[in-house]
């Protein structure tokens, strides 16, 4: 999905930063339903977000809408920018980075979302048993270098 603009108060217009210009991944299956649902509300070319009628649904029929789908649910809190910090959550506890995050949520800095997101990633140190493995590796790579060495001294 390519984000260039916002609709807003019932017009189209630049997003809120070059940040905020960027492509966001969909899901094949969440694509082909999205193109499915817009073919069938007969969407205007300038929708995306679309309502039963095929207009761009502006950012209070959406509140109204996702309100109405959490109280089904059971999660009456739920809102439009929640939504966006569930999709970090999720991302984070997929293994992205910050800066995989950043690029996904359209923020200007990884720091910034570093600091809105810290809570989600780990203190907890992880074992240092890989230290092992690390340097076992290593060892094998200096004597594969001391042996290539020694070739090179009993040649000269």
């Known amino acids: 999905m390519l984000v ?4 807003r108060n019932g017009r189209f217009g630049p997003v809120k930063s070059d940040y905020s210009r960027r492509d966001v991944p969909l899901a094949p299956g969440m694509a082909r339903r999205l193109w ?10 300038d929708a995306l ?6 207009e761009p649904l502006d950012r ?4 109204r809408a ?5 109280k089904k649910a059971g999660v009456p809190w739920v809102g439009l920018h929640r939504l966006r910090h569930t999709c970090a959550s999720i991302l984070f ?8 995050v950043q690029a996904w949520l359209g923020h200007h800095a990884a720091s910034f979302t570093l600091d809105t997101y810290i809570h989600l990633i780990s203190d907890e140190l992880p074992d240092a048993g890989f230290f092992d493995e690390f340097s076992a590796e290593v060892e ?14 009993a040649s000269r």
């Open 140 to 153: 094998v790579g200096v004597r594969g270098l001391n042996a290539g060495q020694e070739g090179v001294e």
């Open 36 to 45: 499915a649902l817009r073919k069938q509300r007969k969407a205007k070319d």
């Open 60 to 63: 209070y029929a959406a509140l």
């Open 66 to 70: 996702v309100h109405a789908a959490g």
């Open 4 to 7: 260039r603009r916002r609709y």
């Open 93 to 100: 506890g997929r293994g992205m980075n910050v800066k995989q």
């Open 49 to 54: 977000v679309f309502g039963s009628d095929g």
